[in-house]
Each structure stands twice: as C-alpha cells, then as structure tokens.
C-alpha cells in the first residue's frame, strides 16, 4: 500500500519536527513545491532543511488525537509549559483558551494566521483565543521554537505558533463529532461543512463549524468536591472563613468567632468544621458553545508570461463564543458592619461581618465574544525571479460580558443598620417585603429575594479590541551574484508593515458609580501605532564539498517605531553547517522584544482578590526569627490561624512601561541516518534570556519577602498599604492586615523590573517501515527543562521552577515545570483502517515551597495513553473513535492553595472520555 506521504514531505522539509505525523494515505506532489517556512520569508524548496527548530502538526494528527480544540491539542506539545489557561481554568478566566511557549506566557507567544497578526482577544495586547480558531479549517500548524521579533515583531520572544488554512480545499466535507466522559458529563459536541472549488485562474474555500462543551462542577468528582488540607495526621475539609454563620469581629471578640445559630452560643472559628466549602459548586470544567465562519480566496487578474503575474486574494472569520463561569456565592469581602442595634447582633456592640450569601446559590459569568477578521491583497511574481504580496489586515473583537450575583457594598450598610435603613426608600420597601426591620446576617436563610434585589447588581460591561494592519513584503534571488564558494545565490526578503492597535472598555452603570466591589468604576482605552521595517538575507557560503554538504549563514534584523515606547531595532544570525547530507547542524542567535500590552499602559487601578499563604499562621512554631518577632510586632497570637486565604490587593496599568528585551540562543542537529530509510533525529539545546520583563509581584512574593526581613525592612513591606487603601477596616495592631488579620492592600503593578532564563534540550525522532501488510509509524518528542529562573526584581532572590510545581510569575496561578515533558505516537495504518496510539507525560515535580497543610511536595511522573481508531473501507467515509486517558489516570493530589486540590493548568482534571467521529466527503 501507498504509504503517507505528505507526512515524510513535511518531515524532509522540516528536520526539526516535534510530532509531524500525518494518518491519512494522501497524495504526493510530484514537483518540488516552494514553501515559505515560518521564522523566515525567504522562499525556499521544500526539500530544505529548515536552519530553525520548527514542529510541524498537520490535519490529520489533529484529528487522530481526538481533540475538538485547537487549545487542547497544543497544550500537550512539550514545548509548551507552566501556566496556560483553558477549560480547567474557573476562576478569574474569561473563556480564554491560550498557549505558553517555554512556560514564559501566552503575550511572549505570537500567534498568526497564515503569517498575518490576529487580533488580540481584549485589552492584553499579544495575547489570541484559540477558541476562535475552526480546527476543521486548519491544514497544519507550524510551531517555531525559537525567537523570532526580527521577522515578526513585538511579542515573538518565546516563538511563534502559525496556523495554515486549508487554501486549496477541492469539494465538500461533512463532519460530525461527540463525546462523553466516562462519568457521562462534560459532553463535547461538533458538527462541520467544508466547502472548496477551483479554476486555473483562482479558488474559493468556504468552512463552518459548531463546537459545544458542557459543563462539570467540582463536586461532580469526589477529588475535588472540598478544599482539602492536612492536620497532623488527618486530612481536613477547609475553605473560605466568609462563611454560614459568619465570622464576626469586635472589640470584645477580636478573634472572629461565628454564632451558633441553634443555641446562640458563641463559638470560636474551627477551619475544619466552620470554613465555606467553595468547591462543590465552582465548575471543574466550563462549559461554552463556539460558532466560526471561516473562508478564503484568489484570483489570478494578470499573467505577462514571464515578466509579471498579479493575483488577488482575500480572507475572512467570523467567530462567537458563548461561554460561563460559576463561582461561589458572593462574600462580604468589603468587610461591612452590623451595628449593634441590628436585630439579629448577639454582642451588643458593632459588628464587622465576614459571610458567604449561600442563599444566592452562585457567582454567574457570561461572556457573549465576536471575532471578525478580514485580509484583501494582491501578490504577484517580477520576471520569475522576485515575488511580493501587499495586504490590509482588520480584526475586531467584541465581548459583551454579564456577571450576576456581585454586591453594592454601600447598600449593605444601609439594610444592616435599621436607622439607615428606615431613612432609605428602597431599603424600607425590602425590609417590609421581609418583615423585619434590617437584614439579620448572623442567621442563615435570611438573605432572602427582597433583599437580594436591593443589594445584589449585575456588571455588564462591554470590551473591544481593533487591528488595523498594512504590511508590504518583498522576497527574490540575486541570481547574477553569489558568494565564490557557492553556486546558489543570495537570497533575501524586506518588507514594511503599518499597525494600529486599540482597545476600548465600556463599564457598567453600577461599576461607573462605585457599587460593585472588585470592579474598576472607569471607562477606559488606549492605542499605539507602529511602523517597521525589516531586511532579512540567506548567504549559501559553499555546498557539495567532500568536507561540506552545505555551509549557510541568514541574518535579519527589524526596526520597529512605537508612539508609545519609542524605536528598537533588533538583529538575529543563523548558521548552517552540513558535514554530510544526512547530518546537520544548526545555531541561531536572536534579540527580541515585546511592546507593553495596551492593559499594561492604561488599566486603571482595580481591587484584586489574591490567594496566599500567610507566614504568621502557628508563627510560634517557625523556624525564622524574624517571621516570629514580626507576627508578634503585628499583635498576632503564636498559635494565630487564618481562615480566609484570600488578600485584597490593588492592580492597575503603568504609563512610564518600556519595553522587554530579549536574546535567544539554539544550537543543534539534524541526522537522517541512510542506513535506514525513513528515519530521523533532532537535538535542540536552547535557552531564552528575558531583561525588564514586565509583571506583577505575586502576593505570596510580597508577603513571604517582607515577614523574612528583619524589622518590616525589605522593600516588599511598601507595596503592603493595608487594609483602608481597598476599604477595609484596619486591624488596631497592624498598618498591614484588615480586622480578620488578613493581609490587605498589596500593589500589583506592573513595572519593568523582572527577569526571566530558562534553557533546556528539544528532542525528536520520526521513523516510518513497512510492517507486515502495513506502514508502521512513530513520532516522539521531548523536552527536557534545564533551568526556568525567575528574578521578581533587584532586591527578590531568583526562584528556579524547573522541576517545581508554585506560583507561576506569569499567570499568578499555582503550575508545575516538569523536568521532562514527552509526547510519543504510534500509527498502523492497513489497507482501509489505522489505529494511533499516543503515550504523553508529565515530569515528576516538587513542591518549591512546601507547607504542612499541603497534601503532597511531590508529584511523580504522571502518564497519558490516549487511543484513536480510525475506520475508510466507503470511498468518501470515515469513521473515527476513541479514548483519551485510557486508563483513567486521576491528577495528583497536591494543594488546595488553587483549587480542584490538583494542578488544573497541567493534569486531566475529566479522566477518562470517549469519542467518536464521522466524516464525509463529496
């Protein structure tokens, strides 16, 4: 039987492939096509090897891995680590699906279409929703594993991911998708139409598709239906000290007893008894249903033989997502009072009141997001020589956003306090619909609907992103000048590009008046232009020497000018050098950058609830001198325990940001041995140096840094304003905590005082043979993580992830850096069936900062088989199915300082799912 050929065509073309297996038997091009591969406009054959680590991914891995999403298929590529948001991502996401490169962010990971920008998806500049992307349209996608600003500009520090589109479609396909979990929840649903047809002259392709994931809560799956947390020897139910009945403060009962409510005896506050489980009702998995519209198409206009050739094309998407999030019911995290002549205050004196408003039954987030992008341009051909393209590029996103269930803090005061309460209106009529005189919090099921409709608002605020783009290139041969030592010529490509970036965020009417806690009250926006040029040029120094097959060398370089940050020029060199045809090597050097995001700019100051862990819990028991002497300056008690691991802190944008500056470096090898055919290897050794990165500090950071100093005398202590900066009451004995003695008031700007390194090793291996009545065919990658080193600022020490699973920097969120990341893939394809199995892991990790409340330090190397059949004997059907996480392998018990008592970001968090699929096609 024929074997797949486009896959050994793509593998030749691109020695650095990661996995670029293809399932399907398609044919083979007879003529050697030219191809611009990413990370470079010059043109090349196909047969060339690329002198840059590139992976290469085509149409049909993606569907022998069962994956309906783009996001879930590349978060499993090794190279992509550390924090990446997505389905398992609940709380504080948006329904954004996003990548990380080298675990350094999904704004340091350029993604395009078709070797054009897409537009942002909201106010991070750089940062693009793969849920927008038809995975049905997509004929591969390239992931370029190295720096790539010189070609591409800001944003390209860790690399690029380009999705190709299917341009040359030829008639019409069908596609329907279904699948379930093994518990029988998390249904994904897809349905698909491909249309596509030709002329000499031109050609038109047209693609729908419709994706829908249902939802699963935590307390769905035992693992994680409470926030866990260890006791000695016992494993504990924890939560959130905003609780039923709630926590209360006075001068009387500074430690923030609760109220029995079946005795009214007063009672001091237990975690494991009294904390507010938050978990059972928060989703584990979000649901969101997809639309897209995807369609593309060219038309010779001229054709002069050999001196010219002018074709026109255009490309346009349509996207909307419908997605929700479900949080918890909302607390009184503004920490409001109930006066003593309050009816249901059982201290006689005023009290501040820390509750959970259980009787709501949740936290609602929907968002209702529009992409439209559209590309008009012409390309044509010089004397068969130079070829150019000039296009227009406009983006637009829209995201109609509504969140129910959120609190107006001051109407709180006034329908606890009977006095205000009378004097007010609405409050009164809410009262007398309750038949009391003020609302009782220290009873539960008393937040009953008139008072919910009094005090409860809904934020509906509206974001919008905009790309104006116009982009020239220009690409040829000097074929009348060449290097002596070579007979190919120089190649080179230039080209100019114009962009327009903007965001604008209309805030709700309640938001614009100050009631709504947590939400910025301001409209807000912001744009930058650019303009930029760059030259790139490839230097074939000598080829087909005994000594040396090939010897190269490319340099590029890009000049960028921001109304924002001002100019920056930045310079790449790569070197080729092949003592033999089947051996290569390679070594790269870029520079990059990436411009601050329009939210890094102008975002405007906002109340942040941060999880951390606080150093002065059972402070009497610490190790650290100074962590003991200044909890007791604090006026915390030796054995002080804090319920509410949650810190209100302040973020907001930074006008004085520049820009991050980058180097990066590879060096490597190609070997396609020719005593077996069909074989090949990879070695890439990297590592990516990040100066005046820009980020937050983490409220962990803050904190840990400053009760370490001796005396409050680091400088982390004066980014801790405490509790009045967020509207807070202040606990007497401490400018830093709230009355709870939570800590209060953190700055989360961001500023240019971060530095990131990290380096490590790419591996890949591709082997085909024929095997029995068959093709057998393997496809491995692996990434192992050297270093991944984190430098808050100047005055924090460095933190190394590798290996580790904590704070994330990037994201702010709890994520493992596994020491070794490995994909591998298994093909049999026979006359009309083919089955792939893959097996994935995840590198064992440890705790970077452990705690005795911590479930584990340490997580062992956890395994993924995932098993896809797939079954053509009718010319023009194909039946697909299988299983993902065959064997049901659960996530690791680790902390409940996120949440789901697991790592969400990095383990299957469903376990195991069928699937099935049929395809069609006329």
């Known amino acids: 039987m024929d074997r797949s050929r486009l896959s050994r065509a793509i593998k030749g073309a691109i020695a650095a492939t990661a996995v670029s297996t293809s399932f399907a038997t398609l044919s083979f091009a007879q003529e050697v096509e030219e191809v611009v591969v990413t990370g470079s406009r010059i043109v090349r054959p196909t047969d060339a090897n690329s002198a840059t680590p590139i992976s290469v991914f085509d149409a049909a891995a993606l569907e022998a891995s069962g994956q309906t999403t783009l996001e879930d298929f590349l978060q499993e590529v090794p190279s992509m680590t550390g924090g990446q948001l997505g389905q398992s991502v609940n709380n504080g996401n948006p329904g954004l699906a996003t990548v990380s490169l080298r675990g350094l962010g999904s704004s340091r990971t350029l993604v395009l279409m078709n070797g054009r920008r897409l537009s942002s998806s909201g106010p991070s500049t750089g940062v693009v929703d793969l849920n927008t992307i038809p995975t049905t349209a997509i004929e591969r996608v390239e992931i370029l594993r190295d720096g790539a600003s010189t070609i591409y500009g800001s944003d390209a520090i860790a690399g690029v991911i380009n999705i190709i589109t299917k341009k040359n479609f030829e008639g019409a396909e069908l596609t329907f998708d279904a699948g379930t979990s093994q518990e029988n929840d998390g249904q994904q649903y897809l349905a698909a139409w491909t249309f596509g047809t030709g002329t000499d002259d031109g050609h038109v392709m047209m693609n729908v598709q419709y994706t829908k994931r249902q939802d699963i809560f935590q307390g769905d799956r035992k693992r994680s239906d409470c926030p866990l947390f260890e006791s000695g020897d016992q494993v504990l139910c924890g939560g959130s000290s905003y609780t039923v009945p709630p926590r209360f403060f006075t001068d009387s009962f500074p430690g923030g007893p609760i109220l029995d409510p079946a005795t009214g005896e007063i009672l001091p506050f237990v975690p494991s008894r009294d904390a507010f489980n938050y978990a059972k009702v928060s989703y584990l998995i979000t649901p969101q249903e997809v639309v897209t519209f995807y369609g593309y198409g060219e038309n010779k206009l001229w054709d002069f033989k050999d001196f010219t050739t002018v074709e026109a094309f255009g490309e346009i998407l349509y996207a909307n997502r419908q997605s929700d999030q479900l949080l918890a019911a909302e607390g009184t995290f503004f920490q409001p009072t109930a006066p003593a002549t309050n009816p249901g205050n059982p201290t006689g004196e005023d009290a501040i009141i820390l509750r959970r408003l259980v009787e709501t039954g949740g936290r609602s987030f929907n968002q209702d997001l529009s992409t439209w992008r559209g590309v008009v341009g012409f390309k044509g051909e010089f004397c068969n020589e130079w070829s150019?393209?000039?296009?227009?590029?406009?983006?637009?996103?829209?995201?109609?956003?509504?969140?129910?269930?959120?609190?107006?803090?001051?109407?709180?005061?006034?329908?606890?306090?009977?006095?205000?309460?009378?004097?007010?209106?609405?409050?009164?009529?809410?009262?007398?619909?309750?038949?009391?005189?003020?609302?009782?919090?220290?009873?539960?099921g008393t937040f009953v609907q008139p008072w919910q409709d009094y005090a409860l608002v809904v934020n509906s605020p509206v974001e919008k992103a905009t790309l104006n783009s116009l982009q020239f290139n220009l690409v040829g041969d000097l074929y009348d000048w060449s290097i002596p030592t070579s007979s190919e010529p120089v190649q080179w490509a230039t080209g100019y590009e114009r962009r327009r970036e903007r965001t604008e965020i209309t805030v709700d009417g309640a938001a614009a008046l100050g009631q709504i806690y947590f939400v910025s009250g301001e409209d807000w926006g912001g744009a930058y232009d650019v303009d930029e040029v760059y030259g790139e040029v490839r230097l074939p120094i000598m080829e087909g020497k005994n000594w040396a097959d090939l010897v190269a060398a490319e340099l590029s370089f890009r000049y960028s000018d921001y109304d924002t940050i001002g100019s920056r020029t930045v310079w790449a060199g790569v070197f080729e050098y092949a003592p033999l045809e089947q051996l290569r090597f390679r070594a790269t050097y870029a520079e990059g950058f990436r411009a601050p995001g329009l939210d890094d700019f102008f975002l405007p100051p906002t109340q942040s609830a941060e999880t951390y862990t606080d150093p002065c819990v059972n402070w009497g028991g610490s190790a650290n001198p100074n962590v003991r002497a200044n909890c007791a300056a604090d006026g915390l008690p030796p054995d002080f325990e804090l319920g509410n691991s949650q810190a209100t802190g302040l973020f907001g944008g930074n006008p004085d940001l520049d820009a991050e500056t980058s180097e990066s470096y590879t060096v490597g090898l190609v070997w396609t041995p020719t005593f077996v055919e069909d074989l090949s290897f990879t070695v890439d050794w990297w590592k990516i140096k990040i100066d005046d990165a820009i980020g937050t500090f983490n409220t962990n950071t803050i904190v840990s840094n400053c009760y370490s100093s001796p005396g409050f005398s680091s400088p982390s202590c004066d980014l801790i304003t405490g509790a009045g900066a967020v509207g807070l009451t202040p606990l007497p004995t401490s400018p830093r905590r709230d009355r709870s003695g939570t800590i209060a008031g953190q700055l989360l700007n961001g500023q240019n005082i971060s530095t990131f390194k990290t380096s490590g090793v790419d591996l890949g291996a591709d082997y085909s043979m024929d095997l029995g009545p068959g093709v057998f065919t393997f496809s491995g990658s692996a990434t192992w993580l050297d270093e991944w080193k984190f430098q808050a600022s100047e005055f924090e020490p460095e933190v190394d992830l590798a290996g580790k699973f904590g704070v994330d920097p990037v994201t702010t969120r709890i994520a493992a850096f596994p020491d070794w990341k490995i994909y591998t893939s298994f093909n049999y394809e026979y006359d009309c069936w083919a089955s792939t199995v893959v097996v994935r892991m995840e590198g064992e990790v440890d705790d970077i900062d452990p705690r005795d409340t911590d479930l584990a330090t340490h997580v062992d190397n956890t395994w993924y088989t995932d098993f896809n059949f797939r079954y053509f004997r009718?010319?023009?059907?194909?039946?697909?199915?299988?299983?993902?996480n065959l064997f049901n392998q659960q996530p690791p018990y680790v902390t409940n300082y996120d949440d789901m008592n697991t790592l969400p970001l990095n383990y299957d968090t469903v376990g195991r799912f069928y699937y099935g699929r049929v395809n069609f096609k006329f």
Do not use: K
């Open 874 to 884: 009718w010319e023009g059907i194909t039946l697909s199915g299988g299983i993902r």
């Open 388 to 444: 150019w393209d000039l296009s227009y590029n406009y983006a637009r996103w829209v995201d109609s956003q509504i969140d129910r269930g959120r609190a107006n803090p001051g109407r709180f005061t006034t329908m606890l306090d009977p006095a205000l309460c009378a004097d007010d209106e609405d409050c009164s009529a809410a009262a007398d619909a309750a038949g009391v005189s003020a609302w009782n919090p220290f009873a539960p």
